[in-house]
């Protein structure tokens, strides 16, 4: 394979070549030979992949040994600059760099090696700059996306407030009963996420081509952990909406023909089909004729964090979308049996309680 545009002079070449023979022939460490050794390929314009079957390195050591060359020269790659005590950051360095993480979106140490060699001339290597995120209380992991119209902190911990009332009302009384209710869509497709794979290996997981997805309109009880759901092909409307009311009704309130003091409450997002004349028609009848006030409180515009319901799904498509269906017929099947016999498991209801539980999250962002 001829290797690309050459990166670097031939005069570079020529200095890294020279110092390769004379660390060879003083005996120094085989890692300072690997990493001038990726310089130097990489210099002549070979592609990573091919440096990487030639000299059977990872990438880290390849990008670690560039990034050296880069920020001090050939003596970044003979010396160890992480171990130095030279190279160690002060106490006010280490603050700059901790202040930097936590005000800027990280994607990788490199982003950090690059801030810490600019601004303060020294180079870290990977595995040191883990260890010192970790160690100031840092963790990797993948930011939460929200809505970039949320309700003030002031106008979230209100509804909060009220919410949390609503559910220490209904622990204390059988007649009364909560639900978050709210719709999603379910993927006919697998959820590929991270495993455990043998190195040097790769493991292949069946998925489909198609855009097919089951909807499910759902409630969720915070205060025994009941799901109730119905599964639909269209988007969730008023219909639906009306048909999981009456589930509801039938699952959570038994002897109607008693003339008790019974009331629903039925939290909600502010979309139009949750607002439908059909739909609040629907709620006085029941009210007219079973004797159960229901009562709708409405979430603010933009605030999928107060909803309870969000964490189900989450928790039911890291159980369904984990799993390869090649019929959505049975895709189908699987979801419904899950809301409609799994999550009524012991077992379930207690991870569920767990899972979702009843703090709610204050977007301050």
Not at 73 to 102: D, P, S, W
Not at 136 to 143: A, C, T, W
Not at 251 to 280: C, E, P, Q
């Amino acid at each position: 394979m001829i290797p690309k545009q050459q990166r670097l002079s031939d005069e570079e070449l020529k200095k890294l070549i020279e110092l390769y023979d004379s660390v060879k022939r003083n005996g120094t460490s085989v890692k300072t030979l690997i990493r001038i050794n990726c310089v130097i390929a990489w210099g002549k314009g070979w592609e990573w992949s091919t440096i990487e079957d030639i000299l059977m390195v990872s990438k880290d050591i390849i990008e670690d040994s560039i990034e050296k060359y880069r920020f001090f020269g050939i003596n970044g790659l003979v010396e160890n600059r992480y171990e130095g005590h030279n190279n160690k950051m002060t106490a006010q360095e280490e603050k700059a760099v901790i202040e930097f993480v936590r005000s800027h979106f990280v994607r990788n140490t490199k982003a950090v090696i690059k801030f810490i060699a600019g601004k303060f001339g020294k180079l870290y290597s990977k595995e040191g700059i883990r260890e010192f995120l970790r160690a100031h209380g840092f963790v990797y992991k993948k930011p939460k996306g929200v809505p970039w119209k949320h309700p003030s902190v002031e106008e979230q911990k209100i509804v909060i407030n009220e919410l949390t009332g609503r559910i220490e009302e209904c622990s204390n009384d059988e007649d009364k009963q909560i639900y978050f209710v709210d719709g999603s869509g379910f993927d006919h497709n697998v959820k590929i996420g991270y495993g455990w794979i043998e190195k040097g290996k790769e493991q292949f997981i069946k998925t489909n081509t198609g855009r097919e997805k089951i909807n499910v309109n759902g409630a969720y009880n915070p205060v025994n952990q009941k799901v109730i759901c119905i599964e639909h092909e269209e988007n969730v409307n008023q219909q639906s909406n009306i048909k999981l009311v009456d589930k509801i009704i039938e699952n959570s309130f038994t002897d109607l023909w008693m003339r008790r003091r019974r009331k629903l409450y039925l939290v909600m997002d502010n979309a139009k089909y949750n607002h439908g004349k059909l739909f609040i028609e629907h709620l006085k009848q029941i009210s007219k004729e079973k004797g159960i006030k229901i009562e709708v409180i409405y979430l603010p515009a933009y605030s999928p964090n107060l909803n309870l319901i969000e964490r189900l799904w989450k928790y039911s498509k890291n159980a369904l979308l984990q799993v390869y269906y090649e019929k959505k017929e049975k895709f189908k099947w699987k979801i419904k049996e899950f809301f409609e016999k799994d999550v009524k498991d012991k077992l379930i209801k207690l991870e569920l309680k767990t899972f979702i539980g009843t703090k709610f999250q204050i977007i301050n962002g």
